[in-house]
C-alpha cells in the first residue's frame, strides 16, 4: 500500500511480556476503508492476558509484532471514495464524527499497523471497511464514556444470558426484585452490576478487590461487597454471602477470571438459581467440579463469550441514555500516554484502577 502523510506512534507487543513505543507510516486510505484519530482506548484484561500468557488461546499462535487495544473511541480523520456512510444501526456517518468499533482481524496482513488485536493503542487506527462494524456516538458523550461501550456491551451480554422465558421457568433468570452475586470487582464484573441494577435486581453483592474497586461498586448501586483481601477462606466467603441471602443469590455471575472461583460461586446459588461463567475469555488452566452439586442444586450453567453486534447496539443506547444521570465518567480511573503503555498494562494488571486507557497525545 502506498504511504499517506501521517505517521502514527503505537504501543507495540514485540514479544511476550515486552511492550514498546514504535512509529510506522500510515498506508493511504483505500477506496472501502477509514482512518480514526483515536481519542481513547482502554485497557482490558484480555490485553493483559495476551500480553503475559504463552497461550491464551489454545491453538492460536501468538503474532508479533502487533498493536493491541480493541476498546477505541475516536473521530473518523479520513473516509475512502466507496466507505461505508451509515453506521451499523444505520446513521449517516462522514468525517469528524465520533466513533467507536467492533472490530475484526485482517487475515494474511503483516504491517503490524494494520493487524492486531483492536490496533487502538496508537495515534491512528486504520479501518478495513471489511472487517469492523462502525457504531456513532452523539458528540455530546466524552471518549471516558464513549470508551466503555465495548466493556459495557460485555456486561449485557453476560446479563441477557441470564434471562430466561416466562412460563414453567418464571422463578429463574435475572428481573426486577432477584438476588444478584458478582464474582469480580473489575470493570467487567463492575458493569454486570451496573447492568443488574438497571434491571431491578434487589440485592446485588460484589466480591472482589482491592477496596477503591468495592468502593466504587458501592457508589454505583451494589448493596454488599466482600472483600477477598479481608475474607480469604472460600468457605467464609460463602458463608458471608449466605448470611446476606439466606437461600443463595438467584443468579451468580463469575467475572474474576479466576478458576477457582467456579466452584466457589456454585456454592452461592440458590436451588434451581443460574450461574453465568463470564470471566475466562482467555485459558486458565482447569479445576475439578463436583457434577453432583449441579445436579443436587439443579443449577442452570451458562456460558457468555464475547460481544456481538447487537450487543453493542444496546451497550449504546444504555450509556446515552444514562450517561448523564450516572457518573460513568468517573469509571476511567487512570490515563496513561502512549510511552506509558507498559505502565498503564501493569497498573491493570496489580487491579490499581477501575479502568486504565492510553490517550494519545
Not at 483492536?118 to 455530546?140: D, M
Amino acid at each position: 500500500m502506498e504511504a499517506s502523510n501521517y505517521r502514527t506512534k503505537a504501543a507495540v507487543l514485540i514479544s511476550l511480556g515486552r511492550i514498546e513505543t514504535h512509529e510506522y507510516g500510515v498506508p493511504e486510505v483505500k477506496p472501502k476503508d477509514m482512518l480514526l484519530q483515536v481519542e481513547m482506548s482502554g485497557i482490558c484484561g484480555t490485553d493483559v492476558h495476551m500480553i503475559y500468557s504463552r497461550d491464551p488461546f489454545p491453538g492460536t499462535e501468538h503474532v508479533y509484532p502487533q498493536i493491541l487495544g480493541h476498546e477505541t473511541v475516536g473521530t473518523i480523520l479520513e473516509m475512502g471514495k466507496e466507505a461505508r456512510r451509515l453506521d451499523a444501526t444505520g446513521l449517516p456517518l462522514e468525517i469528524g464524527d465520533r466513533v467507536t468499533l467492533l472490530s475484526g482481524h485482517a487475515e494474511g496482513v503483516t504491517d503490524p499497523v494494520l493487524r492486531g488485536w483492536g490496533r487502538g493503542w496508537s495515534t491512528y487506527r486504520y479501518i478495513h471497511g471489511e472487517t469492523a462494524r462502525i457504531y456513532k456516538l452523539p458528540r455530546e458523550i466524552p471518549p471516558e464514556v464513549g470508551v466503555l461501550v465495548e466493556p459495557m456491551a460485555v456486561g449485557v451480554k453476560a446479563v441477557e444470558r441470564a434471562i430466561e422465558p416466562s412460563g414453567p421457568n418464571v422463578l429463574r433468570g435475572l428481573g426486577p426484585g432477584k438476588s444478584v452475586v458478582v464474582q469480580g470487582s473489575g470493570p467487567i464484573g463492575f458493569m454486570i452490576a451496573i447492568m443488574a441494577r438497571l434491571c431491578g435486581a434487589y440485592e446485588i453483592v460484589v466480591v472482589g478487590a482491592p477496596e477503591t474497586r468495592l468502593e466504587m461498586c458501592r457508589e454505583f448501586g451494589a448493596d454488599h461487597t466482600i472483600n477477598i483481601d479481608e475474607i480469604k477462606a472460600p468457605e467464609e466467603r460463602i458463608a458471608k454471602v449466605k448470611g446476606l441471602i439466606p437461600d443463595g443469590a438467584d443468579i451468580v455471575f463469575e467475572a474474576a477470571g479466576v478458576p477457582a472461583a467456579l466452584t466457589e460461586g456454585i456454592e452461592m446459588v440458590r436451588g434451581g438459581g443460574v450461574y453465568v461463567e463470564v470471566g475466562h475469555f482467555t485459558d486458565r488452566g482447569t479445576i475439578p467440579v463436583n457434577p453432583y452439586i449441579l445436579c443436587r442444586k439443579d443449577i442452570n450453567l451458562y456460558g457468555s463469550w464475547g460481544v456481538g453486534p447487537y450487543g453493542f447496539i444496546r451497550s449504546r443506547r444504555i450509556i446515552e441514555k444514562y450517561y448523564r444521570s450516572m457518573p460513568l465518567h468517573k469509571i476511567v480511573t487512570h490515563r496513561f500516554a502512549i510511552e506509558r503503555a507498559a505502565e498503564a498494562v501493569e497498573t491493570a494488571r496489580k487491579g490499581e484502577c477501575m479502568k486504565a486507557a492510553i490517550v494519545p497525545e
